[in-house]
C-alpha cells in the first residue's frame, strides 16, 4: 500500500510564501513523474507543476516564476515553493505521483490535500 501525506498548508497574506512538501510511504519500487494539482471551489482541477524522474519541469502559466517544483528521491519527497503568492492561488492543492509498487507496474496516486488560502 502507497500513501502521499501533504504538508504545509495554510493561510497567508498576498505577496506571502508557502512551502508545501508530500512524501511517499509504503511499498515503492520506482516513482517516476511527481506533480501537485490545485483545485479552487466550483473548479476542475488543474495541473500546477509536475517533476519528472531525470528533473525536468513544467509549470502551468499562471505560476511560473513565482513557483518552484522539486524533489528529493532518497526521502520520496516532492516539494512546491510557492512565493509571490497571490488571492487567485488560494485552492486546495494535491500531491499526485506515478508509482510501480514491483517491476511492470505503474499507478497513479493522490494525496488527500491540503489548503492553502492566501488573503489578507
Known amino acids: 500500500q502507497v500513501q502521499l501525506v501533504e504538508s504545509g498548508g495554510g493561510l497567508v497574506q498576498p505577496g506571502g510564501s508557502l512551502r508545501l512538501s508530500c512524501a511517499a510511504s509504503?511499498?515503492?519500487?520506482?516513482?517516476?513523474?511527481m506533480a501537485w494539482y490545485r483545485q479552487a471551489p466550483g473548479k476542475q482541477r488543474q495541473l500546477v507543476a509536475r517533476?519528472?524522474?531525470?528533473?525536468?519541469?513544467y509549470y502551468e502559466d499562471s505560476v511560473k516564476g513565482r513557483f518552484t517544483i522539486s524533489r528529493d528521491n532518497a526521502k520520496n519527497t516532492v516539494y512546491l515553493q510557492m512565493n509571490s503568492l497571490k488571492p487567485e492561488d488560494t485552492a486546495s492543492y494535491y500531491c499526485?505521483?506515478?508509482?510501480?509498487?514491483?517491476?511492470?507496474?505503474?499507478?497513479?496516486?493522490w494525496g488527500q490535500g491540503t489548503q492553502v488560502t492566501v488573503s489578507s
Open positions: 517533476i519528472t524522474s531525470d528533473y525536468s519541469r
Open positions: 509504503g511499498t515503492i519500487f520506482s516513482i517516476y513523474d
Open positions: 499526485n505521483a506515478m508509482i510501480a509498487v514491483r517491476l511492470g507496474t505503474l499507478n497513479d496516486y
